[in-house]
């Protein structure tokens, strides 16, 4: 598995550096994770999942060269992950993945009634969703979404499901249309393009178009240091190479 979230302006208490490397590797005592790490950790313990990556802790973060070479490859880590635990409602790791809802709705996913297609949502459900959703306004994230196969979303209200297919959520009030604008309902019908960016029944002009969405979308979300606008997209950018589109070498 692997986890989806927010550094914020309160850092984490244990990133991986050189010089705490080989305590690291010995083992991290429990009370040392922040919240919600603790919490992630749990969840894969209770899906038995057995591996979790975190890039704070699986990265150096005081090392340059270790940076540029392993952040190449998160592209390929959130691609080939069992799952993505995203923590959307949280602004860093001193929060619990979990808060107290205002409501007592418990509803399972598994209700077929449920199942909600790409372009089935409510545009003001999403945009109040969102406004405490930290996690969908970083840069970083929104490549981790858009190629992670599965992601559970924690947002403050409930929980909801994202593959390529499609999307399920608690409420089940995701019933009518929405414009291309709305960043999760766009989300759900690129991811659903870069998996089939090379099938034949997949127009050029379907693709360069997705693209286009893609780097608008993109381009709109904040970073911690600007240096990694580029770093950030790289992981997109090599998966919509192909025949048709060319081979992709810098920039938007």
């Known amino acids: ?8 302006s309160k850092q984490t208490r244990l990133p991986t550096t050189n010089g705490n490397l080989r305590h690291h590797l010995h083992g991290i005592p429990w009370d040392e994770f922040p919240p919600l790490f603790q919490d992630v950790i749990s969840v894969c313990f ?13 990265i150096l973060q005081d090392d340059t060269q270790d940076w540029e ?3 190449v490859k998160m592209a390929d880590i959130y691609s080939n992950s069992y799952l993505t635990i995203a923590a959307t409602a949280q602004p860093d790791s001193t929060c619990s993945l979990f808060t107290d809802r205002w409501t007592k709705m418990h509803a399972s996913c598994a209700q077929p009634q ?9 545009t003001e459900y999403y945009h109040s969703l969102n406004v405490g959703a930290p996690l969908l306004r970083r840069a970083w994230a929104y490549q981790e979404r858009l190629l992670a196969p599965r992601i559970l979303q924690v947002h403050a209200e409930e929980l909801y499901w994202e593959c390529k297919a499609g999307i399920r959520c608690e409420c089940g009030v995701l019933d009518c249309s929405t414009p291309r604008s709305v960043s999760t309902v766009d989300g759900i019908r690129l991811k ?6 090379n099938e034949p029944s997949v127009s050029l002009a379907t693709l360069l178009l997705g693209w286009t969405d893609i780097v608008c ?13 580029l770093a950030a997209l790289l992981g997109i950018a090599n998966k919509f190479q192909n025949p048709r589109m060319g081979r992709y070498f810098a920039g938007m």
């Open 1 to 8: 598995a692997a986890l989806s979230y927010c550094w914020g």
């Open 46 to 58: 209770d899906l038995n999942i057995r591996y979790l990556w975190i890039d704070a802790l699986c």
């Open 69 to 71: 070479i392993e952040s």
């Open 114 to 122: 449920l199942w909600i297609g790409y372009d089935h949502f409510k």
């Open 192 to 197: 659903g393009l870069l998996a089939r960016v």
């Open 217 to 229: 979308g993109y381009t709109k979300l904040s970073l911690s240091h600007e240096s990694g606008r």
